[in-house]
């Protein structure tokens, strides 16, 4: 059971709007900023959103985060499908004398 | 451009010591601005971190796997490696290293990985 908590699956069709919700808890999303990972399998996992909102260099616009509360949540637009992935959220939690939280993944299809 | 690479057994018998290296290509562990992390995937499952380390040898663990992890680097090699003690069939996963990166000193997230070695714990 992850601590972050995402749907197992998401879906639509090309030039679609998505969005994958990530909800936490005051010790981890509550009071630490959000990232989000998209995951081919058999690849190395690729930082696509860090400090809830900030997209590394060569991150399409496509991609933007956003967090309220003790919820994250990463919006696709223009779906594409190459987009078609595992995504992951991921925070800090103060817990436990700190560690780091990832939910358990989105499976995203690009029907 | 940072590269990452896994490197270990594959296979590891139960109570033995799971031993993973990573080799950095590409930048400087020494740098300085980073951390050096280990974090796996148990298959169908989410992303579990392990723990990191900074080039000075500072470390910070996962607390439920803290008594079994030991993460060293070698900065004349530019790799870290990771150790897990005790191994059972539930540490059967893929094992990714990863490079965190921090804004200020505060780890932001994971900006580098590994493509990830799958290690299986059986007899």
């Known amino acids: 059971q992850s601590v972050l908590t995402q749907p197992p699956s998401a879906s639509g069709t090309p030039g679609q709007r998505v969005t994958i919700s990530c909800s936490g808890s005051s010790s981890n999303i509550g009071s630490n900023t959000v990232n989000w990972y998209q995951h081919l399998p058999g690849t190395a996992p690729k930082l696509l959103i860090y400090?809830?909102?900030q997209r590394p260099s060569g991150v399409p616009d496509r991609f933007s985060g956003s967090k309220s509360g003790t919820s994250g949540s990463l919006a696709i637009s223009r779906l594409q499908s190459e987009d078609e992935a595992d995504y992951y959220c991921?925070?800090?939690?103060?817990?436990?004398?700190?560690?780091?939280?990832f939910g358990g993944g989105t499976k995203l299809t690009v029907l | 451009q940072v590269q990452l690479q896994e490197s270990g057994p594959g296979l590891v018998k139960p109570s033995q010591t799971l031993s993973l290296s990573c080799t950095v290509s590409g930048g400087s562990i020494s740098s300085g601005g980073h951390y050096w992390s280990w974090i796996r995937q148990h298959s169908g499952k989410g992303l579990e971190w392990i723990g990191y380390?900074?080039?000075?040898?500072?470390?910070r663990y996962n607390p439920s796997l803290k008594s079994r992890v030991t993460i060293s680097v070698d900065t004349s090699k530019n790799l870290f490696s990771l150790k897990l003690s005790s191994v059972t069939a539930a540490d059967t996963a893929v094992y990714y290293c990863a490079r965190a990166f921090t804004i200020l000193g505060v780890v932001q997230g994971f900006d580098h990985w590994g493509q990830g070695t799958l290690v299986t714990v059986s007899s």
């Open positions: 380390i900074y080039h000075s040898g500072n470390t």
């Open positions: 991921a925070a800090w939690d103060d817990s436990l004398n700190g560690i780091w939280v």
């Open positions: 400090s809830n909102n």
